[in-house]
């Protein structure tokens, strides 16, 4: 019987990780429609924040409890998986042709990353440097509201809309994070009950599990030919992880900095956040050379992370 009701979860969250993910998408394509803007903008602001507003949440909690190290690993592992795992996979399955606009958020999103390394090196982010990640990610608002948005041009029977599709992106978003919640617990619970060793569950299913939201919403939107919203959502989501995923926690407890993260885990982050910008810089594609180099990298972390020479608290 709770073989037949894990099976069953299972199954539940699958269904809305899919039907979520492809609401969502269609959601973020008719918001880019009426705003007149790029669907990867959208992809970037909206979807990005629908998809890591419960993890930004959860990191806060942590902080607050004292275990502000959760929150710098949740955000860290996500953002690494987000382009080597999630990007590589979407790329995989077709290469993903994207807007001019990407180059430049790629590389804000190297810029904000290379500097969030540098304040981890003495070991501490302190409340005032995680006071200016938050401040930079509202100086990256304000930016792309002032240069691509005109809100003017909206016509008054085209505002209700836009903020009916909102609320459906924000719905959806829960909906995948749902789905996501009950496909992983359901998923360990099966690996646990055919014997499969804990660390290779941890590294796998509980790892990957915080992105699989953005794994089901970068998928769907590959197979559906919007590659826009495909690689806005993972350049957004690791904005977000790095600035305010960080910067909050640190607000509310300075972080205590891993020597390893310093060390592994932000190199290797840095490393495949270039990989993605030079390939973006070049040709404005993640092509399957890319993602091959994307999960090669990836799979070179997962051994160090099974072998215990990386620690990502949480």
């Not at 539940?12 to 609401?23: R, T, W």
């Not at 099966?190 to 660390?199: K, L, M, S, T």
């Amino acid at each position: 019987m709770e073989v037949a009701i894990v099976t069953a979860v299972f199954i539940l969250g699958l269904i809305l990780l899919i039907k979520g993910s492809d609401i969502f998408v269609n959601a973020a394509t008719r918001i880019a429609e009426t705003f007149g803007v790029s669907e990867f903008l959208i992809a970037l602001v909206l979807a990005s924040i629908a998809t890591t507003l419960p993890e930004a949440t959860v990191s806060a909690i942590s902080s607050y409890k004292g275990n502000s190290g959760i929150a710098l690993g949740n955000a860290v592992g996500s953002a690494l998986a987000n382009i080597a795992l999630i990007l590589g996979i979407s790329a995989m399955i077709t290469p993903l042709k994207v807007d001019e606009v990407a180059n430049e958020n790629s590389l804000i999103m190297l810029g904000v990353t290379l500097y969030a390394w540098l304040l981890m090196i003495n070991g501490e982010i302190s409340r005032i440097e995680g006071l200016t990640l938050v401040l930079i990610y509202g100086a990256f608002l304000y930016y792309l509201y002032r240069k691509h948005v005109k809100l003017e041009e909206i016509e008054e029977e085209s505002r209700g809309n836009v903020i009916k599709d909102i609320a459906i992106l924000f719905l959806s978003g829960g909906m995948v994070i749902l789905g996501a919640e009950l496909v992983v617990d359901s998923a360990v619970k099966i690996a646990r009950g055919a014997g499969i060793p804990e660390v290779v569950i941890g590294v796998t299913l509980v790892s990957i599990g915080t992105s699989l939201p953005e794994l089901a919403n970068s998928l769907t939107a590959a197979l559906k030919g919007i590659h826009n919203v495909s690689v806005g959502n993972i350049i957004g989501a690791d904005i977000i992880d790095i600035l305010m995923v960080i910067g909050i926690a640190s607000i509310i407890r300075p972080i205590k900095v891993d020597p390893s993260i310093v060390k592994v885990t932000m190199p290797i982050t840095v490393l495949v956040m270039a990989i993605l910008t030079v390939s973006l810089f070049r040709n404005n594609k993640v092509g399957r050379k890319t993602a091959v180099t994307l999960l090669l990298v990836y799979s070179i972390f997962l051994y160090l992370l099974a072998q215990g020479k990386v620690y990502i608290p949480g």
